[in-house]
């Protein structure tokens, strides 16, 4: 058996609720881990609109999704937390009163006092393309994330896709690849308009064959793709030789495991006491847009207040014996020492 992680608190979710709880956390004195599903760190903000302007951060009239993101990665550095990315929480199992082991789908297990779920609206998972018979391909020729570009090197690959994701695999990957083409349904792209550049201008040299059309059918054997054949505008059809395909068709959103882990749910959301943010497992935290209560806004500082009363009452788990006292980050030295500003 894998042996386990110990820590304070884990925090199910990276996005900008997930870090600034670590942040309320560390002011008093409790450690976190977080992991999260995506390769990178900020969930929504991250994932869903990096370069969009947020208008209703307090005290920031502008910030975009990116620069949130790394604002809030500065503030918690002085707490070092610990990120395990690509990896989703998978199972939750009590194991003390309060204790946890939690377990990821890469293997990893945590043994926890506290596990705070910021899991947004769930795991982000790819949308598959409608093509028949897909599934029998994916994970082995069918791929929806380059995890390591070198997997790609001589290859013949088709991408799929018209924005930002599918242009910039596109243009990663074709000076490492034996041939490339790029299937999309029309001939308009809401990909960057300088990525939209480089990839005609990889079409105008002959490096980039540009298909505009849809993906009917494939051709393979046992998970291996051999080929596709791509239905074109002009009603004609094309047969495109390919040993690995990538669509990029966008990213849903669903529960996944937390369904599982024993926590009442209403319409797909989590309960909470909202003097604490506790669930109806005590030791089990829910803050961000995965809880519910009268009134919840889904909005980022609604999060980020329901993490300061969390870490609160965690701090009553770590730490039984311990008497919190209130204090403002301006004017005790203690805290200060903490965030290393004294
Ligand atoms: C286009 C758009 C614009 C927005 N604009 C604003 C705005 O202007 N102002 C505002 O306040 N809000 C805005 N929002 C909403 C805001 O982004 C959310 O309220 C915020 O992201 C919620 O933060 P969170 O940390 O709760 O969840 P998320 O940001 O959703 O992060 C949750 C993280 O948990 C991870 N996760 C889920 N399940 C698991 C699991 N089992 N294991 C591991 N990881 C898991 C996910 O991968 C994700 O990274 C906007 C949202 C969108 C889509």
Redesign the pocket.
């Given at each position: 058996m894998t042996e386990a992680i110990k820590t304070d608190v884990l925090i199910?979710?990276?996005?900008?609720?997930?870090?600034?709880a670590v942040f309320e956390l560390g002011l008093l004195d409790v450690k976190a881990h977080l992991?999260?599903?995506?390769d990178?760190?900020?969930?929504?903000?991250?994932?869903?609109?990096p370069e969009?302007?947020?208008?209703?951060?307090p005290g920031i009239p502008m910030i975009t999704?990116h620069g949130l993101t790394e604002s809030l990665m500065e503030q918690i550095k002085p707490f070092n937390p610990t990120f395990h990315l690509n990896?989703?929480?998978?199972t939750v199992e009590k194991i003390g009163d309060p204790e946890f082991r939690v377990t990821?789908?890469a293997g990893t297990v945590f043994e926890c006092k506290v596990l705070v779920?910021?899991?947004?609206?769930?795991?982000?998972q790819p949308k598959r393309p409608p093509v028949p018979g897909v599934e029998a391909y994916e994970g082995k020729s069918v791929h929806y994330a380059v995890r390591k570009m070198e997997d790609f090197r001589g290859k013949d690959i088709l991408i799929v896709g018209g924005g930002d994701s599918a242009l910039d695999w596109t243009l990663n990957l074709n000076p490492i690849c034996k041939s490339m083409t790029l299937v999309h349904r029309r001939d308009d792209f809401r990909g960057a308009p300088h990525s939209v550049e480089q990839m005609r201008q990889l079409v105008a040299s002959g490096k980039l064959d540009l298909k505009i059309g849809q993906i009917t059918e494939l051709q393979g054997a046992n998970g291996q793709l051999e080929s596709a054949t791509i239905k074109l505008n002009d009603n004609t059809t094309a047969q495109i030789k390919c040993d690995a395909m990538l669509p990029f068709f966008g990213l849903t959103?669903k529960?996944?495991?937390?369904a599982n882990w024993g926590l009442h749910l209403e319409n797909n959301l989590i309960p909470v006491d909202t003097g604490t943010f506790e669930t109806n497992v005590p030791g089990i935290f829910a803050?961000?847009?995965?809880?519910t209560y009268p009134g919840k806004?889904?909005?980022?500082?609604?999060?980020f207040h329901e993490g300061a009363l969390m870490a609160q009452k965690a701090v009553k788990y770590v730490y039984p014996d311990k008497r919190v006292v209130f204090q403002y980050t301006t004017s005790s030295t203690n805290l200060q020492k903490k965030l290393g500003v004294n």
């Open positions: 199910v979710g990276a996005g900008p609720c997930g870090l600034f992991v999260d599903i995506l990178k760190v900020g969930g929504q903000c991250a994932e869903l609109y969009k302007p947020i208008y209703d951060i999704g990896e989703m929480i998978e990821t789908d779920v910021a899991a947004g609206g769930g795991s982000f959103m529960l996944g495991p937390v803050i961000g847009d995965i809880n806004l889904k909005l980022i500082l609604s999060g």
